[in-house]
């Protein structure tokens, strides 16, 4: 179940209070700084025909500029611009449908038995033909959010989405009328409050990725409501978001009636309504704004751009869930997740540095760093929050050598070198209290300890003390990964250290291969593999027969046992085939493992990216891309993209948390590039979905870190020619091995490709890898011809 949902049910919860977060010059999180002057918005060249059939708005004056603002009514999709003498700057809209297709869920299968079944009848039905269909997957289930009503929410509408700035301490729920809690939009038009309306509407995001909320309300085929709702990037109150809105109702391509307003209804003669130069200024503030804050993060040129779009939103959405844009917050908005007694969670730790590092936002992971290990960690090691998780101990171990490589600042985690040594120390005091341990005990050898956080709100906890797979696995792979760079951090004794971490790291890693092959069930089909040793129920009959079941949350054992990637191939093929077999996926993602109900089926939100990290590892791309696309479709709300922790497949509303919003960023980068764990090979566009080179769109990425230093590469194909042409820019350092795979379409295969003008040997499962040779730091050309 989910967190809130656990939390209902009858749990206390002796939360641990927030530490006190010190407001000074570097880390603004409760006061913020006065925004008198913003960053000016980046201006593009005004293209000749530009604004043809667009209409004139206003025209005001900003800090001697002046500005004239245009809109392109004749579509719902058509973009905001803003004119100058030196050029232009246009954020265009792009809008996706919030209910459910009208084609049968469930391929029209019944709920029931899709929800009962061990296997994931819908994942099966997906990957029948190869790589799956985005069209498919987006229309396998109805939508989060889009089955709504407000009966079911103690007769009001849940919010659905958020907005706010980076120096606010707070965040203003949006609900699915364009509501905030200060102002309704039934104010200006009535027809806004009807269910109907709102059950049919369309969402999205102004300029693609900014955190504005964009709604479209069809009235008729010509006739429709256009609403924009935005945080007021200019207000300098602390906990207190102030807002803009405008709502038009816009007819054969005309606005029949506008209405603006910021944050607060009309209180006459004091209060009155925001005029349309008040509106347009601060929009051309928050598009400002916005550039700047995202300015530096890297970017991917794909066919479907939404895609990099989700994973720029995902940094904006962090920076304003983060109050002052770093102090940690779970969640946003209400009371659960947003609570102090949330701050400290590793995952949010986890999830913000790894998908801040993997786009190159060094000064972000920085800041997350530093605020973790000087607030949220004690000198022991142990995190200020309720209930550490055991394998997260490994994973942030792991983390602070990715951040190394990447950013080369050694100086940061020397500053926290004694608290990093305190996070391995407990690792072995874990595994030194597993060894005592009588030989012939199941959990011989392997770290015992809680697996998930709530396992400490129950009465006795001591039920979830236990030798889940995953403790040690990750364990092993932070002890493995930091070892190797502890010399640049650790003290004089730092070579000594490094040994002794790396022969615990081998021990843990062969006593976990030899105690999970020692457990696999060959009765069963396909073979089973519990997430501890020694137990006689799967999972799912656990959790029916036994309450309270040791197997609880089994989704996050298997999702962090692959993560480490300490198994061999043919053991970390076997979880996922037994994941996926009896009953631990949905949709292709990990489900959220509860008593099987004929009512649900959920996805894992979070935490879950560690099972698809295996499947890009093994070379299951068709499993990898399905996961991509469930967790874009049925874990985010449509257009808005908020995210949730865990997310059904009957359209309702998941409960938001930012470490499922990181997901995609990571997700997308490994499809681009991605290294393996020992830091031998580097992998590029492993995982594009076959039908994108088919497009003849340019991909790409540029400048993308790695431990080897930033890496790049273009792809262009020529379908009538049958020919691939591009480039890869070599990082500073190379690898052993540099792989760029050209995943061609169904019924097409590579005849021969060269790089650099010489002939390569196809290699791979499917013949479409090229292995690349080339000087450190020096661009090679690639070609290929296909038949």
């Not at 498919?136 to 929410?153: I, Q």
């Not at 919010?159 to 609900?175: K, N, Q, Y």
């Not at 051309?284 to 751009?305: H, I, K």
């Not at 801040?356 to 997350?368: S, T």
Request: charged residues 20%; neutral net charge.
């Amino acid at each position: 179940m989910d967190r809130r949902r656990f939390l209902q049910h009858g749990l206390t919860a002796t939360a641990v209070a927030g530490a006190g977060f010190v407001v000074d010059g570097a880390a603004a999180a409760a006061t913020p700084a006065v925004t008198a002057k913003l960053p000016k918005p980046k201006l593009q060249p005004l293209a000749e025909d530009a604004l043809q059939g667009h209409t004139r708005l206003c025209a005001f004056r900003e800090e001697g500029v002046e500005w004239t603002v245009y809109e392109d009514l004749r579509t719902p999709d058509g973009a905001i611009s803003f004119v100058c003498a030196d050029g232009m700057v246009t954020l265009g809209k792009r809008t996706e449908a919030a209910f459910p297709s009208d084609k049968p869920p469930y391929f029209g299968m019944k709920l029931a038995d899709v929800a009962l079944a061990d296997a994931d009848l819908l994942a099966n039905h997906l990957l029948r033909n190869g790589d799956p269909s985005a069209e498919e997957v987006r229309d396998a289930a109805p939508p989060p959010a889009s089955l709504l009503d407000p009966k079911d929410h103690d007769g009001r509408w849940p919010w659905t989405t958020f907005v706010g700035t980076r120096e606010a301490v707070d965040t203003m729920p949006i609900l699915p009328n364009g509501r905030s809690r200060t102002w309704r939009p039934e104010h200006a038009f009535a027809q806004l409050g009807e269910v109907a309306l709102i059950k049919r509407r369309h969402e999205g995001l102004l300029g693609g990725w900014m955190p504005a909320v964009h709604k479209v309300m069809p009235v008729s085929a010509n006739r429709h409501y256009d609403l924009l709702v935005f945080a007021d990037v200019r207000a300098e109150d602390r906990f207190i978001v102030q807002t803009w809105h405008r709502t038009v109702l816009v007819e054969n391509g005309k606005a029949l009636k506008t209405v603006y307003t910021h944050s607060y209804p009309d209180y006459l003669p004091r209060r009155g309504g925001a005029t349309a130069e008040d509106f347009y200024r601060g929009l051309l503030a928050f598009a400002g704004y916005w550039q700047d804050l995202l300015a530096g993060t890297v970017e991917a040129s794909l066919p479907d751009p939404s895609w990099n779009d989700m994973a720029r939103f995902a940094f904006a959405r962090e920076l304003v869930v983060r109050p002052g844009g770093t102090y940690p917050k779970y969640g946003a908005v209400d009371r659960d997740y947003y609570g102090n007694e949330y701050d400290g969670f590793q995952d949010t730790f986890t999830s913000s540095l790894y998908a801040n590092l993997e786009w190159g936002r060094f000064d972000q992971a920085a800041a997350v760093l530093d605020g973790y290990f000087t607030y949220f960690v004690q000198p022991d090691g142990m995190p200020n929050m309720r209930g550490p998780e055991t394998g997260q101990f490994g994973l942030i171990l792991s983390l602070m050598a990715r951040y190394l490589h990447y950013t080369g600042d050694a100086p940061l985690l020397r500053k926290h070198r004694g608290k990093i040594e305190a996070t391995a120390q407990i690792l072995e005091e874990l595994h030194d209290q597993s060894l005592a341990l009588p030989s012939d005990a199941p959990g011989h050898g392997l770290i015992h300890g809680w697996n998930e956080s709530d396992a400490c709100l129950f009465p006795d906890p001591t039920l979830w003390w236990k030798p889940y797979y995953a403790n040690s696995a990750l364990a092993a792979r932070g002890l493995a990964d930091i070892a190797p760079v502890w010399t640049h951090i650790g003290g004089a004794d730092a070579p000594a250290t490094a040994r002794r971490w790396n022969q615990r790291s081998q021990r843990l890693t062969a006593q976990t291969e030899r105690t999970l092959r020692a457990n696999v069930r060959r009765d069963l089909k396909p073979p089973y593999i519990g997430p501890l040793p020694g137990v006689k129920l799967t999972f799912r009959q656990s959790l029916l027969q036994e309450n309270p079941s040791e197997q609880g949350w089994p989704h996050r054992v298997y999702a962090e046992l692959l993560q480490a990637d300490v198994l061999p191939d043919d053991l970390a093929n076997l979880v996922i085939d037994c994941v996926r077999g009896h009953g631990g996926t949905s949709l292709g993602v990990v489900a959220n493992i509860a008593p099987p109900s004929k009512d649900a089926r959920d996805l894992l939100g979070f935490i879950s990216y560690g099972y698809a990290q295996q499947l890009l590892r093994l070379d299951r791309i068709e499993e990898y891309l399905l996961f991509l696309y469930a967790h874009r479709y049925h874990v985010h709300t449509r257009g808005g993209w908020t995210a949730g922790e865990v997310s059904g497949i009957t359209g309702g509303m998941p409960l938001f948390c930012m470490p499922a919003q990181s997901t995609i960023p990571l997700l997308l980068r490994w499809m681009l590039v991605f290294e393996d764990s020992a830091g031998e090979q580097l992998y590029l566009a492993r995982a594009l979905p076959r039908e994108w080179l088919a497009s003849g769109e340019t991909i790409g990425i540029s400048d993308a870190p790695t431990r080897w230093g930033k890496v790049g590469f273009q792809l262009r194909a020529n379908a009538q020619a049958q020919r691939i042409e591009g480039h890869v820019d070599l990082p500073s350092g190379v690898p052993d091995g540099v792989w760029l795979s050209l995943r061609l379409p169904a019924g097409k295969r590579l005849l021969a490709a060269t790089v650099d003008g010489k002939e390569v040997t196809l290699a791979g499962r499917n013949s479409d890898a090229l292995r690349i040779a080339g000087r450190a730091g020096t661009r090679v050309t690639v070609q290929a011809a296909y038949a």
